[in-house]
Nanobody
Framework: QVHLVESGGGSVQAGGSLRLSCVAS????????MGWFRQAPGTKREFVAV????????YYADSVKGRFFISRDNAKNTVYLQMNSLKPEDTAVYSC???????????????????WGQGTQVTVSS
């Protein structure tokens, strides 16, 4: 079992920045690829970014490329999502997730992820 807890969400004006953190406990953190997903009210959950076990492979949704950056610190069992140049359409609940099978070559579909955090709200006002 992997327990994930996100933090760092909040309200920010368009153009601002936030950094989300996700701390993992339970199993060996570096056995998992870690992903960030988001879900706005009335929409499906969507992929945002993913990082493999050692950080040398990262994928981003087209909508966030060049603005969001994912990283991890295996010594701290933590994955981060640095979000810059935020837009109102980035408003959503952001959740981190852990994928054991994708530890080396991470995947983007949410159904491949076994463990999920409770999410943190990000609100961007215009």
């Amino acid at each position: 079992q992997v327990h994930l807890v996100e933090s760092g969400g909040g309200s920010v004006q368009a153009g601002g920045s936030l950094r989300l953190s996700c701390v993992a406990s339970g199993r060996t953190f570096n056995n998992y690829a870690m992903g960030w997903f988001r879900q706005a009210p009335g929409t499906k959950r969507e992929f945002v970014a993913v990082i493999n076990w050692n950080g040398d492979t990262k994928y981003y949704a087209d909508s966030v490329k060049g603005r969001f950056f994912i990283s991890r610190d295996n010594a701290k069992n933590t994955v981060y999502l640095q979000m810059n140049s935020l837009k109102p359409e980035d408003t959503a609940v952001y959740s981190c997730a852990a994928d054991r099978d994708g530890w080396s070559v991470p995947s983007t579909p949410d159904y491949t992820y076994e463990y999920w955090g409770q999410g943190t709200q990000v609100t961007v006002s215009s």
